[in-house]
């Protein structure tokens, strides 16, 4: 078993932002059709949370990578993280 989830866990970090949002989607499609048994429902909403800690995750980790080199008035080079407020600027 152990084996098992440490597959799962490579297959998680593998999957692309975008991948894991499409499957979000679907699975989100599937739990409002009301077609899903309780216990379809309830395996539907864990790979649901999981997909969405991915998404989260992965967020995250593209905030940190973007940064910006700047000069500072000494001619130094100093980098600061990007937010999202200046990006719409």
């Known amino acids: 078993m152990p084996a098992k989830a440490k597959k799962s866990t490579k297959k998680s970090e593998e999957i692309s932002f975008e991948e894991a949002a499409e499957k979000l989607e679907s699975i989100v499609e599937a ?12 395996v539907r909403y864990e790979q649901g949370a999981k997909l969405v800690k991915i998404c989260e995750d ?3 980790a593209a905030e940190k990578r973007i940064t910006q080199l700047e000069k500072n008035m000494g001619g130094e080079l100093s980098s600061r993280t990007l937010t999202l407020e200046e990006d719409e600027d």
Do not use: Y
């Open 31 to 42: 739990m409002e059709s009301d077609e899903l048994p309780l216990e379809k429902l309830l």
């Open 58 to 60: 992965k967020l995250e």
